[in-house]
């Protein structure tokens, strides 16, 4: 995606101690937006307080969230936007 130079952390989840859908899986909130193709990534996205970013389709991963339908839209541009609109 050609955003990593912009995060202080990246999370390789095969270094986490508890998978999806535990919420210790993801970065702790509330400065992290993470990425998920499963509903369980969602849930466990919503549990830890960070913001859910979906890539697929609403019935798969709910219209409470935001959703793209490829890793190619999620620019700069569009990551800064869904931050500015959920209050952070």
Request: aromatic letters at 8%.
């Amino acid at each position: 995606m050609g955003l990593t130079h912009f995060f202080d952390t990246v999370a390789d989840p095969a270094a986490v101690a508890h998978s999806k859908p535990s919420p210790t899986s993801s970065l702790p909130p509330p400065r992290a937006w993470v990425r998920t193709y499963a509903a369980a990534g969602v849930a466990a996205i919503k549990a830890s307080g960070a913001l859910p970013i979906g890539v697929g389709k609403t019935e798969d991963l709910g219209s409470d969230i935001a959703l793209v339908s490829d890793t190619a839209e999620l620019t700069y541009a569009y990551l800064q936007n869904v931050w500015e609109q959920s209050g952070r």
